[in-house]
């Protein structure tokens, strides 16, 4: 994908503050009117989330990040030797201009995690995040520039793809332990008529990207959903069985859930699972995940 591109890198602390003390412009609060709802409704689980993030100091303690330290020009350019021995503890997120991938970062970032996003849009990210985040400018201006992403996956242990045409150089995917992939592939090919001549090209994007991650040699999550829809998460229960993603919905709150959760119950191969909101309850993560593991064997 070409155009301008940075790498967004959050540490825990950082976007505490961020979001504390962050002025976001018109657009971004725009692109972020998911977040906003009447307060005589009950929140969204990403409001709680913002809300728990935006505690302010009583927080920072409780996350325990270090404090930002300068890098010098040796330390930006690392020999292979010490790459190989790098500490590998960041999440990728491969769209965070993308809703759900917001989502994500979110979810993330409560969990204390390291996280890395890639960004479209430098300006838009500085003004969200402010002065406590790292941005390193891709020099070609392109995704599929090797120096780009060679910084990009510096570090990083696993990588969500929120949306279909976000993977990029799986060649060099080197020391990655684990790809999560939210796939809608099920909806597009349910499409007939006008909607899928008008829906062929993502269709096409999301059969690449599940063909990509099957072939990378990469342990990988394939979470396949129905319709995505702007309805809160946590309160409805799910349905995992076959077929049932081309008929249902999710809400996206609960699919960026859903990816996070998969983090911590990576498969030893691979995992390709259906999902949409339904009635079974769900009360133990790692349990659902084991069995779905089994039912793929």
Same mark, same amino acid.
């Given at each position: 994908?070409?155009?301008? #591109?940075?790498?967004?890198?959050? &540490?825990?602390?950082?976007?505490?503050? %961020?979001?504390?003390?962050?002025?976001?412009?018109?657009?971004?609060?725009?692109?972020?009117?998911?977040?906003?709802?009447?307060?005589?409704?009950?929140?969204?689980?990403?409001?709680?989330?913002?809300?728990?993030?935006?505690?302010?100091?009583?927080?920072?303690?409780?996350?325990? #990040?270090?404090?930002?330290?300068?890098?010098?020009?040796?330390?930006? =350019?690392?020999?292979?030797?010490?790459?190989? =021995?790098?500490?590998?503890?960041?999440?990728?997120?491969?769209?965070?201009? =993308?809703?759900?991938?917001?989502?994500?970062?979110?979810?993330?970032?409560?969990?204390?995690?390291?996280?890395? %996003?890639?960004?479209?849009?430098?300006?838009?990210?500085?003004?969200?995040?402010?002065?406590?985040?790292?941005?390193?400018?891709?020099?070609?201006?392109?995704?599929?520039?090797?120096?780009?992403?060679?910084? #990009?996956?510096?570090?990083?242990?696993?990588?969500?793809?929120?949306?279909?045409?976000?993977?990029?150089?799986?060649?060099?995917?080197?020391?990655?332990?684990?790809?999560?992939?939210? &796939?809608?592939?099920?909806?597009?090919?349910?499409?007939?008529?006008?909607?899928?001549?008008?829906?062929?090209?993502?269709?096409?994007?999301?059969?690449?990207?599940?063909? #990509?991650?099957?072939?990378?040699?990469?342990?990988?999550?394939?979470?396949?959903?129905?319709?995505?829809?702007?309805?809160?998460?946590?309160?409805?229960?799910?349905?995992?069985?076959?077929?049932?993603?081309?008929?249902?919905?999710?809400?996206?709150?609960?699919? %960026?859930?859903?990816?996070?959760?998969?983090?911590?119950?990576?498969?030893? =191969?691979?995992?390709?699972?259906?999902?949409?909101?339904?009635?079974?309850?769900?009360?133990?993560?790692?349990?659902?995940?084991?069995?779905?593991?089994?039912?793929?064997?």
């Amino acid at each position: 994908m070409a155009g301008s #591109a940075s790498v967004l890198s959050l &540490s825990p602390l950082y976007c505490n503050r %961020a979001f504390h003390n962050a002025k976001p412009s018109s657009s971004f609060q725009n692109r972020l009117s998911f977040t906003c709802f009447s307060s005589k409704k009950k929140l969204g689980f990403t409001d709680q989330i913002l809300d728990y993030i935006e505690g302010g100091p009583k927080l920072r303690k409780w996350y325990g #990040a270090p404090d930002i330290l300068e890098k010098d020009g040796d330390e930006l =350019n690392e020999d292979a030797a010490s790459e190989e =021995n790098e500490v590998r503890d960041a999440v990728l997120v491969t769209d965070g201009d =993308n809703e759900i991938g917001q989502m994500i970062i979110l979810q993330l970032i409560v969990k204390r995690l390291r996280v890395k %996003a890639l960004v479209k849009d430098k300006r838009v990210a500085m003004e969200a995040f402010g002065a406590y985040v790292e941005v390193e400018i891709s020099l070609a201006g392109d995704l599929k520039e090797k120096i780009f992403l060679k910084k #990009a996956f510096r570090g990083v242990r696993a990588v969500i793809c929120p949306v279909e045409g976000s993977l990029y150089n799986i060649d060099g995917w080197k020391g990655v332990q684990n790809v999560i992939l939210l &796939s809608k592939l099920s909806v597009y090919r349910e499409l007939s008529g006008i909607q899928a001549i008008m829906n062929s090209y993502t269709r096409k994007l999301a059969e690449e990207d599940e063909d #990509a991650v099957k072939a990378s040699g990469v342990p990988y999550t394939i979470i396949r959903t129905g319709v995505l829809k702007n309805t809160p998460g946590g309160q409805q229960g799910f349905c995992f069985d076959e077929g049932c993603a081309s008929k249902g919905s999710l809400s996206k709150e609960d699919a %960026a859930f859903i990816c996070v959760e998969a983090l911590d119950n990576a498969p030893q =191969n691979g995992l390709l699972f259906e999902v949409v909101n339904g009635d079974e309850k769900v009360s133990d993560w790692k349990k659902c995940f084991a069995d779905l593991i089994e039912r793929s064997t």
